[in-house]
T-cell receptor, first 114, second 109 residues
Framework: IAGITQAPTSQILAAGRRMTLRCTQD?????MYWYRQDLGLGLRLIHY???????GKGEVPDGYSVSRANTDDFPLTLASAVPSQTSVYFC?????????????FGEGSRLTVL | GQNIDQPTEMTATEGAIVQINCTYQ??????LFWYQQHAGEAPTFLSY??LDGLEEKGRFSSFLSRSKGYSYLLLKELQMKDSASYLC??????????WGAGTKLIIKP
């Protein structure tokens, strides 16, 4: 059982380039999330999706976009990367939206923007 | 504003007991979560409290007081593998999780 798979594991990117972080889950969870984790800060929600076909903005959505064409996939796109987007990105899922559900996290994607 | 506070770092001895505190101020409350995160890895779920009181799960226990905006995670019989960061998170009125910055726990032999 894979759970949540993220790709790439790490990436170095030139500023101004477009980048898509991939996230796939095989647990048939309805809700999916993208977080970024920076040293000294808590996980910050970028975008979320409560169910396939719907998305919403989190705490720090600027510079990022997402889509949820089906239940399993939830890619995160940086249209034009900037150095402040250097971070570790975690994709997560839960059975349903609402904080009563446990979150399952992918292994993370470490992104460096130069 | 919404705020989760927890100590940045704590040190404890193998075999001992340690208590990690978390205080919160959020718009609404829909449960408090504790997650464990080893260095370079993803967070993993430890516990969930929605009612006041103590929830025990093996060597780990979590306590909640909603009136005080306070929780703690208690780890007993510490093992070296417990060296990790412990993240406190609270569900707000929109059912989104607000996360603390995490407490790095260092276990010494």
């Amino acid at each position: 059982i894979a759970g949540i798979t993220q790709a790439p594991t790490s990436q170095i990117l030139a500023a101004g380039r477009r980048m898509t972080l991939r996230c796939t889950q095989d647990m048939r969870h309805n809700a999916m999330y993208w977080y970024r984790q920076d040293l000294g800060l808590g996980l910050r929600l970028i975008h979320y999706s409560n169910t396939a076909g719907t998305t919403g903005k989190g705490e720090v959505p600027d510079g990022y976009s997402v889509s949820r064409a089906n239940t399993d996939d939830f890619p995160l796109t940086l249209a034009s990367a900037v150095p402040s987007q250097t971070s570790v990105y975690f994709c997560a899922s839960s059975i349903s939206s609402g904080s009563a559900g446990e979150l399952f996290f992918g292994e993370g994607s470490r992104l460096t923007v130069l | 504003g919404q705020n989760i506070d927890q100590p940045t770092e704590m040190t404890a001895t193998e075999g001992a007991i340690v208590q990690i505190n978390c205080t919160y101020q959020t718009s609404g409350f829909n449960g408090l979560f504790w997650y464990q995160q080893h260095a370079g890895e993803a967070p993993t779920f430890l516990s969930y409290n929605v009612l006041d009181g103590l929830e025990e799960k093996g060597r780990f226990s979590s306590f909640l007081s909603r009136s005080k905006g306070y929780s703690y995670l208690l780890l007993k019989e510490l093992q070296m593998k417990d060296s990790a960061s412990y993240l406190c998170a609270v569900g707000d009125s929109n059912y989104q999780l607000i996360w603390g910055a995490g407490t790095k726990l260092i276990i010494k032999p």
